[in-house]
């Protein structure tokens, strides 16, 4: 532990929230060989509940109506074969949109944008945070039909109003935002610090599995776009990592989501290191 972990003295909890899973060909996760290998991959939020700030959620997953609303190629690239509502999961938990107080957006594709608008005319509807670069593109897209990954009524939406990030930012006392450039001009990932638990990096999409940070393999997916900056990114991540001695939980990492999941779901050093607890 080094003196930042020292100077994180509020206690608070970060659950993992499964919502279902999407099939895809694995080269569009991790460049391989195997070009007809397929996988498939979990769609979550983070719910986080933390005493100066109240509940947080980070993403909120695929959309309700997504046989309608996603694009075809979406749909046939993605397919969702397991579909879990934001709602239901904070229900879980005994929550409401209403019981919200803050929405962080790690950045607007559908799988992480879907259910934005059932936030529409609450508390954190009312400052949704995302990347300004992230946001921009997602406008510049539709409006262009450019790209099938932003879905306009995912995110322009009555009732949503958004503070956009241009830099990191201290939430609280053991939570920051740091910015990405891999996936999105603007991804925001999260830095969370419990004390007594070791430091989790949340860097959404950046790097979707384990295989692509401990190989350093981009995604190869036909869209440029997603591998951008993905190397650097890594750098940074692995540096940060390396300074604060975090953990990373990554964008669509199944077998990751399974471990966290089977151990309570709470994202904590006993649930992503077991072999270190007794
Ligand atoms: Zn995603």
């Known amino acids: 532990m ?4 020292e100077s994180i003295t509020t206690s608070f909890t970060c659950k993992l929230l499964y919502l279902g899973a999407m099939e ?24 986080i509940h933390h005493p100066a700030i109240g509940y947080i959620v980070y993403d909120t997953g695929n959309c309700e109506n997504w046989q309608e609303e996603l694009f075809e190629d979406t749909r046939k690239n993605f397919p969702i074969v397991e579909y879990k509502s934001l709602q239901d999961a904070l229900a879980e938990e005994g929550l409401s949109p209403q019981d919200i107080d803050l929405l962080i957006m790690s950045h607007l594709h559908f799988d992480h944008a879907g259910s934005i ?10 400052h949704v945070l ?10 510049r897209v539709v409006e262009e039909g450019s ?36 996936h999105s001009p603007a991804m925001l990932g999260l830095e969370i610090c419990i004390p007594g638990e070791r430091p989790l990096l949340c860097v959404s999409d950046s790097v979707y599995t ?17 591998a951008e900056g993905f190397t650097e990114n890594l750098v940074m991540l692995k540096k940060r990592q390396d300074e604060i001695g975090a953990d990373i939980l990554f964008g669509h990492d ?18 992503l290191n077991p072999e270190q607890t007794p």
Do not use: W
């Open 2 to 5: 080094n003196d930042y972990h």
């Open 117 to 126: 608008r059932i936030f529409a005319g609450t508390k954190a509807g009312s």
């Open 24 to 47: 895809c060909a694995k080269y569009r996760m991790v460049r391989t060989d195997a070009l007809s290998a397929r996988i498939r991959i979990p769609v979550t939020a983070l719910l």
């Open 210 to 226: 384990q295989e692509n940070y401990d190989t350093g393999q981009p995604p190869a997916s036909p869209n440029a776009a997603n």
């Open 147 to 182: 790209g099938t990954a932003y879905v306009a009524e995912h995110f322009l939406v009555d009732g949503i109003r958004y503070e956009f990030l241009d830099e990191d930012r201290v939430l609280g006392d053991g939570l920051k935002i740091f910015l990405q450039s891999s």
């Open 130 to 139: 995302v990347g300004r670069k992230e946001y921009e593109r997602a406008c």
């Open 254 to 271: 199944m077998a990751q989501v399974e471990d966290i999941l089977r151990r309570s779901g709470m994202c904590t050093e006993a649930n």
